[in-house]
Nanobody, 127 residues
Framework: QVQLVESGGGLVQAGVSLRLSCAAS????????MGWFRQAPGKEREFVAG????????FYADSVKGRFTISKDNAKKTVYLQMNSLKPEDTAVYYC????????????????????WGQGTQVTVSS
C-alpha cells in the first residue's frame, strides 16, 4: 500500500511555472506507475501525465504536451510535475495517483487504472 501527499500548488499568473511534488510513503514506491490528473470545477477528472514504474515510458495529455514534464526520484519516493507556460485553462485541483502494473513499461491514462490517490493540490492560473 502507498500513501500520497501532493504539494506545490498555488495562485500564479499566466505564463509562469510551478512544480508539483508528490511524496509517497511505503517501501514499494518503485512498484508503481505514477500519474498526475486534474479536475476543474464542473468537469470530470482528466489525465495529465503518467510515468511507468521503470521510468522508461511517459505519456502526456495533448493539452499539456511540450509544457509539462513528469519525472520521479525513486530514492526520494517522489514524483514531480514541472508545469511551464501555465494557462488559465490549467486551473484545477491536481491529483497524484499510483497504480500497480504487471509490466514495468505500463502507463495508465484513465483514473480507473489507479488504485491510490493523494488529496490534491489547487493550482489557479490568473490571466
Amino acid at each position: 500500500q502507498v500513501q500520497l501527499v501532493e504539494s506545490g500548488g498555488g495562485l500564479v499568473q499566466a505564463g509562469v511555472s510551478l512544480r508539483l511534488s508528490c511524496a509517497a510513503s511505503g517501501r514499494t514506491f518503485g512498484s508503481y506507475a505514477m500519474g498526475w490528473f486534474r479536475q476543474a470545477p464542473g468537469k470530470e477528472r482528466e489525465f495529465v501525465a503518467g510515468i511507468s514504474r521503470s521510468g522508461g515510458n511517459i505519456f502526456y495529455a495533448d493539452s499539456v504536451k511540450g509544457r509539462f514534464t513528469i519525472s520521479k526520484d525513486n530514492a526520494k519516493k517522489t514524483v514531480y510535475l514541472q508545469m511551464n507556460s501555465l494557462k488559465p485553462e490549467d486551473t484545477a485541483v491536481y491529483y497524484c495517483a499510483a497504480a500497480m502494473t504487471f509490466l514495468s513499461s505500463q502507463v495508465g491514462t484513465s483514473p480507473g487504472e489507479y488504485g491510490y490517490w493523494g488529496q490534491g493540490t489547487q493550482v489557479t492560473v490568473s490571466s
